[in-house]
T-cell receptor
């Protein structure tokens, strides 16, 4: 059972436009959410996170929004750049499970074209 | 190096053979995790080590899988009697102390079982 779902396997956006990556979750015990970015043949790298006590966190071009009532979060990238092309994973922590254990979605392949 | 180091980067083996995958975490990081990513899937938690505490093995898919961490540093993931469904990228990650925060991933070991 997939507790973290990324329903769009791919997204294609023109350079300069906004990229919006979506993530849904089912576990109401999730209290911390993270986004990771992965280039081919590399390990995932941390991008941005948000605690469940917040509804928005911003870091430069990246903003994560959390809607707890809908169990939905999204990552906005503005403006999108070709170097942003990668697989983006949404991840969540269950406060009732092992500290640090994260549940990951299947990822969304973002392609930013010039 | 400064990052998480994994070896081998690629391993091709025959069904029924045993394999060992190695992870060298970032120096000083007390928490170490193993995840795997099968084709088209998200990252699946396998096992978590934190300091001298008993590891959380709840993610190991069968008793053919085992892992150890010697001296609180290097970890080895062993898969006995490999099966074709074990084919995946095995990712190791470390973090300064577990809990909230980002994981630092290695580049992964790609295992192919023929």
């Amino acid at each position: 059972d997939q507790q973290v779902k990324q329903n769009s396997p791919s997204l294609s956006v023109q350079e300069g436009r906004i990229s919006i990556l979506n993530c849904d979750y089912t576990n109401s015990m999730f209290d911390y959410f993270l986004w990771y970015k992965k280039y081919p043949a590399e390990g995932p790298t941390f991008l941005i996170s948000i605690s469940s006590i917040k509804d928005k966190n911003e870091d430069g071009r990246f903003t994560v929004f959390l809607n707890k009532s809908a169990k939905h979060l999204s990552l906005h990238i503005v403006p999108s750049q070709p170097g942003d092309s990668a697989v983006y994973f949404c991840a969540a922590r269950d406060r009732g499970s092992t500290l640090g254990r994260l549940y990951f979605g299947r990822g969304t392949q973002l392609t930013v074209w010039p | 190096g400064a990052g998480v180091s994994q070896s081998p980067s690629n391993k091709v083996t025959e069904k029924g053979k045993d394999v060992e995958l190695r992870c060298d975490p970032i120096s000083g990081h007390t928490a170490l995790y193993w995840y795997r990513q099968s084709l088209g899937q998200g990252l699946e938690f396998l096992i978590y080590f934190q300091g001298n505490s008993a590891p959380d093995k709840s993610g190991l898919p069968s008793d053919r899988f085992s892992a150890e961490r010697t001296g609180g540093s290097v970890s080895t993931l062993t898969i006995q009697r490999t099966q074709q469904e074990d084919s995946a990228v095995y990712l190791c990650a470390s973090s300064p102390q577990g809990g909230v925060g980002e994981l630092f991933f290695g580049e992964g070991s790609r295992l192919t079982v023929l």
